[in-house]
């Protein structure tokens, strides 16, 4: 009976252990895909030529500028 216990206790134990772990590498994963998706703004900031940090605002213009130079209407052949 001692022995079904102990087994039981180790048991759980290492559920509880696999439970914490998993979460842990979760919580850190969203760090570390919060940290890429800033990466991936300040990447596309330069890709427009304006500099990271930049509002919301002045990265709708440059994209709105690039656009209307870029357009493929623009083009005629």
């Known amino acids: 009976m001692r022995a079904i216990l102990t087994a039981v206790i ?3 134990a290492i559920l509880i252990f696999r439970f914490l772990f998993r979460e842990k590498n979760r919580l850190k ?3 570390t895909q919060k940290e890429n ?3 991936k703004i300040d990447r596309c900031a ?3 030529g304006v500099k ?3 509002s919301k605002e002045e990265l709708e213009q440059a994209y709105k500028d690039l656009v209307n130079v870029w357009h493929p209407d623009r083009f005629h052949q």
């Open 29 to 31: 994963s969203r760090v």
């Open 52 to 54: 990271p940090g930049v």
């Open 46 to 48: 330069e890709t427009l």
């Open 10 to 12: 180790i048991f759980l």
């Open 37 to 39: 998706a800033a990466g």
